[in-house]
């Protein structure tokens, strides 16, 4: 099983600052890897596919990078209501897995 | 518009049996593969079980294979999950959701259905 570890576990920041959350594979994905955005009582969202493809409708102030064992989500320019917990989630090999996911809270 | 739209959920008792659907619309069911994963109260994302569009592949998390059965009946644009032999962990939200590629990877999810396990 592949495991993802995102850091930090908890951000807290203020508005307009830029944020950045890495996700780390156990071992070689790719570009397998996706990047989610939920917060309280709703389901997950889409934000970047395959590292670094923006989704459908996403704000261009998130973007996804980087390829293998390491990657990033950055938000630039944080707004109020980016306050979410966010998910890293492979899809290189079964089973599909999550990284523990990154609170990011507002100052 | 996508709209997957989770029903099922409830109360059941430890070994008790519960069978979730989901009702798609807005997009061409029968192309897509799908998906079900699943929340613990307060706890992260977990993949449980993934079926392909014409249901010639199917795949499970191993904490559940032998006791859940993923379906789909593309005539009536829906998607199942028979859960059997349930236990206190299986307890979480149950969300439905499209794939965009194989073997676990959303794009549109529905808004969950929650599912407790307990005496």
């Known amino acids: 099983e592949i495991v993802l570890t995102q850091s930090p576990d908890v951000l807290s920041v203020t508005p307009k600052e830029k944020v950045t959350i890495t996700c780390r594979a156990s071992?070689?994905?790719?570009?397998?890897l996706h990047w989610y955005q939920q917060k309280p009582d709703q389901s997950p969202k889409l934000l970047v596919k395959?590292?670094?493809q923006s989704f459908s409708g996403v704000p261009s102030r998130f973007t996804g990078s980087g390829s293998g064992t390491d990657f990033t989500l950055t938000i630039n320019s944080l707004e109020a209501e980016d306050a979410a917990t966010y998910y890293c989630?492979?899809?290189?090999?079964?089973?599909?897995?999550f990284g523990q996911g990154t609170k990011v809270e507002i100052k | 518009e996508v709209q997957l739209v989770e029903s099922g959920g409830g109360l059941v008792k430890p070994g008790g049996s519960l069978r979730l659907s989901c009702a798609a619309s807005?997009?061409?069911?029968?192309?897509?593969?799908m998906t079900w994963v699943r929340q613990a109260p307060g706890k992260g994302l977990e993949w449980v079980s993934s079926?392909?569009?014409?249901?010639?592949?199917?795949y499970y998390a191993d904490s559940v294979k032998g006791r859940f059965t993923i379906s789909r009946d593309n005539a009536k644009n829906s998607l199942f999950l028979q859960m059997n032999s349930l236990r206190a962990e299986d307890t979480g939200v149950y969300f439905c959701?499209?794939?965009?590629?194989?073997?676990?990877?959303?794009?549109?999810w529905g808004q969950g259905t929650l599912v407790t396990v307990s005496s």
């Open positions: 959701a499209r794939l965009f590629a194989l073997p676990a990877a959303p794009d549109y």
């Open positions: 395959h590292a670094s």
């Open positions: 079926i392909t569009s014409s249901s010639d592949y199917i």
């Open positions: 071992q070689s994905i790719g570009s397998s």
């Open positions: 807005g997009f061409t069911f029968s192309s897509y593969s």
């Open positions: 989630h492979q899809s290189n090999s079964l089973p599909g897995t």
